[in-house]
């Protein structure tokens, strides 16, 4: 891990993106993910002179940001976080107007948009840091505050929840 910190244009830069999937794929809303993010990277730049670059990668440190910005979100609105992975209560959210033309124009990213909405926030957080992050199990395992084989425990039953949620919804031809 590099202890030498980059300019915070290059980190807003080189994360954004990452962050902003993320934070789209935890509350599937763009207007409502466009503002999260906005405020999550004022409140980075806002303390980038505390990061301190040998305690945790920049990605790890906007990750747990972001979460925290989340978990404030979601304490906002009464929903709960955290939620067992064998939780069968659904939340199907219907997209915006502009998220729905642009997830329903496409049948793929119309499943993936479905499944995620029936998805607990704790099942999306996983998944996003997983697949829209591309993160490790072990930062991952640092954001969460577990050990990576618990990481990789979740994993495995979120991918088989995943499958069965698609297989449910008629989502396996894909």
């Known amino acids: 891990m590099s202890t030498e ?31 999260l993010v906005s405020d999550i990277f004022i409140k980075a730049m806002t303390h980038y002179e505390t990061f301190d670059p040998s305690r945790a990668s920049v990605r790890t440190w906007l990750t747990n940001i972001a979460r925290n910005a989340l978990i404030d979100e979601y304490r906002k609105s009464g929903i ?3 939620q067992s992975l064998d939780d069968e209560e659904t939340n199907f959210t219907e997209p915006s107007y502009e998220d729905e033309y642009q997830v329903f124009k496409d049948e793929e990213k119309k499943a993936v948009y479905h499944l995620l ?13 997983i697949y829209f992050q591309n993160m490790k199990n072990g930062e991952i395992a ?3 505050g577990i050990n990576a084989k618990a990481v990789s425990e979740r994993h495995r039953r979120l991918l088989a929840k995943c499958r069965q949620l698609a297989e449910k919804a008629g989502l396996t031809d894909m």
Request: hydrophobic letters at 35%.
């Open 117 to 129: 909405s029936l998805l607990s926030p704790s099942e999306r957080e996983l998944a996003g840091m």
């Open 5 to 35: 910190k980059e300019p915070f244009e290059v980190v807003y830069e080189k994360h954004f993106s990452n962050i902003y999937n993320f934070i789209y794929g935890q509350i599937l809303h763009r207007e409502r993910a466009e503002d």
């Open 142 to 144: 640092e954001v969460l």
């Open 80 to 82: 709960r976080m955290h």
